[in-house]
Nanobody, 124 residues
Framework: QVQLVESGGGLVKPGGSLRLSCAGS????????MGWFRQAPGSERECVAG??????IKYYGDSVKGRFTISRDNAKVFMQMGSLKPENTAVYYC???????????????????WGQGTQVTVSS
């Protein structure tokens, strides 16, 4: 069993930065592929970034490449978000994929554990 708790969301002006954190519990947390997803009102949940258990492989959605950076240690997963835009406004979730491989999946259906989400609002 894994519990995930996100933090770090908030209100930021366009062009600003935020750093999201996801604290994971459970003995196997450090072995899971982790993903960051976001969901805006009326939209599907979208994979923003993913990282393998050892951090060797990372995935970024096209809309965030060059602006967001995912990283992790044994207890947390982080996402540094820069050059934020109003269209980045959404609830951001971290999620765990327990598959024992190094394939970063981008479908929410492939992730077994989810945090409660943290709101990110980009507005002037």
């Amino acid at each position: 069993q894994v519990q995930l708790v996100e933090s770090g969301g908030g209100l930021v002006k366009p062009g600003g930065s935020l750093r999201l954190s996801c604290a994971g519990s459970g003995a196997l947390f450090s072995s899971y592929i982790m993903g960051w997803f976001r969901q805006a009102p009326g939209s599907e949940r979208e994979c923003v970034a993913g990282i393998t258990w050892n951090g060797d492989i990372k995935y970024y959605g096209d809309s965030v490449k060059g602006r967001f950076t995912i990283s992790r240690d044994n207890a947390k997963v982080f996402m540094q978000m820069g050059s934020l835009k109003p269209e980045n406004t959404a609830v951001y979730y971290c999620a765990a994929d327990t598959a024992w491989d190094t394939l970063i999946r981008t479908s929410a259906l492939d992730y077994e554990y989810w945090g409660q989400g943290t709101q990110v609002t980009v507005s002037s």
